[in-house]
């Protein structure tokens, strides 16, 4: 499923930190990594200040390239001078990327480019799927992967993260579990009648049972549903934290049945505040 991984750097610890992810993928898919440093356009003022960014900035490409190869993998790398998020979705584009891998946010000198801003740009407008990586207080990582969440409410739009989900659960032999958040008040519904309860119950017990199907169909034994009621990136957020889910997988947007509950600003709040890495998939 993953041939070519882009990683966008800057020589921060996110960055550090997202280019040992990528690797860790590109070892299991036997992909190439792509590093991507990007100069910021609209922050050089001068000819002695570009040639000393783009100095830099092919250091630190040369520095990750490195420690990726060391690994016996494919890498190619290329300093681009741009808006950051602009370079990095033409290059995806150009380059048939199949995985961008970033940093929720870094500092590179003075100048800062790769920050949760330009992430949260990539993650909504790439046509490929995002991996963001955040370090954690305890520094500690979370590959290989042992148990992958996907998120679900049955809509298309959550359905476009089930296929990487599925793959890389296969590919790490992990446990793949599958939750649905039922969220009344995303609907206007002060109180619960019955009646509409028991619909969106019963649409979140539908949506998490075809996850499962697709898992079996896979040959994935290791499966582990759940529905819970509340607010959907706190309660995605629980889960995580309670089953030590290692990535999540899920859409930007989605819509279940009359009304939309996980909608992209629930994976961006997961993408701000999950301890673990999130994948965000995005419908075509």
């Given at each position: 499923?993953?041939?070519?991984?882009?990683?966008?750097?800057?020589?921060?610890?996110?960055?550090?930190?997202?280019?040992?992810?990528?690797?860790?993928?590109?070892?299991?898919?036997?992909?190439?990594?792509?590093?991507?440093?990007?100069?910021?356009?609209?922050?050089?003022?001068?000819?002695?200040?570009?040639?000393?960014?783009?100095?830099?900035?092919?250091?630190?490409?040369?520095?990750?390239?490195?420690?990726?190869?060391?690994?016996?993998?494919?890498?190619?790398?290329?300093?681009?001078?741009?808006?950051?998020?602009?370079?990095?979705?033409?290059?995806?584009?150009?380059?048939?990327?199949?995985?961008?891998?970033?940093?929720?946010?870094?500092?590179?000198?003075?100048?800062?480019?790769?920050?949760?801003?330009?992430?949260?740009?990539?993650?909504?407008?790439?046509?490929?799927?995002?991996?963001?990586?955040?370090?954690?207080?305890?520094?500690?990582?979370?590959?290989?992967?042992?148990?992958?969440?996907?998120?679900?409410?049955?809509?298309?739009?959550?359905?476009?993260?089930?296929?990487?989900?599925?793959?890389?659960?296969?590919?790490?032999?992990?446990?793949?579990?599958?939750?649905?958040?039922?969220?009344?008040?995303?609907?206007?519904?002060?109180?619960?009648?019955?009646?509409?309860?028991?619909?969106?119950?019963?649409?979140?017990?539908?949506?998490?049972?075809?996850?499962?199907?697709?898992?079996?169909?896979?040959?994935?034994?290791?499966?582990?549903?759940?529905?819970?009621?509340?607010?959907?990136?706190?309660?995605?957020?629980?889960?995580a934290d309670a089953n030590d889910i290692d990535l999540i997988v899920m859409g930007t947007h989605g819509r279940s049945g009359i009304e939309r509950y996980l909608l992209g600003s629930v994976a961006e709040k997961t993408v701000r505040?999950?301890?673990?890495?999130?994948?965000?998939?995005?419908?075509?």
């Amino acid at each position: 499923m993953f041939d070519n991984i882009l990683v966008p750097t800057d020589g921060s610890t996110c960055a550090e930190m997202a280019t040992e992810y990528a690797t860790d993928l590109a070892s299991r898919y036997g992909a190439t990594v792509h590093v991507l440093c990007v100069a910021d356009s609209r922050t050089l003022e001068n000819a002695p200040q570009y040639q000393r960014i783009k100095a830099e900035r092919t250091e630190l490409a040369e520095q990750a390239s490195t420690d990726i190869s060391t690994a016996g993998i494919q890498v190619e790398q290329t300093v681009q001078t741009d808006v950051p998020y602009r370079a990095i979705l033409e290059y995806a584009a150009d380059q048939e990327i199949d995985l961008i891998v970033m940093g929720t946010h870094g500092r590179t000198g003075v100048e800062r480019y790769l920050l949760g801003s330009v992430t949260e740009k990539v993650v909504r407008r790439s046509d490929v799927p995002v991996l963001t990586v955040s370090v954690t207080d305890e520094g500690a990582v979370a590959y290989p992967y042992g148990d992958v969440l996907v998120p679900t409410d049955g809509s298309d739009g959550a359905a476009a993260a089930l296929d990487p989900a599925v793959d890389i659960a296969s590919t790490y032999d992990a446990r793949l579990h599958a939750l649905s958040v039922v969220d009344p008040m995303a609907m206007g519904i002060d109180a619960r009648p019955d009646r509409i309860a028991e619909q969106l119950e019963d649409a979140a017990r539908t949506a998490v049972e075809t996850v499962e199907e697709r898992a079996r169909d896979a040959s994935i034994s290791a499966i582990k549903t759940a529905v819970e009621s509340g607010p959907p990136y706190r309660a995605i957020r629980s889960y995580a934290d309670a089953n030590d889910i290692d990535l999540i997988v899920m859409g930007t947007h989605g819509r279940s049945g009359i009304e939309r509950y996980l909608l992209g600003s629930v994976a961006e709040k997961t993408v701000r505040t999950s301890s673990v890495p999130v994948m965000t998939v995005r419908r075509p």
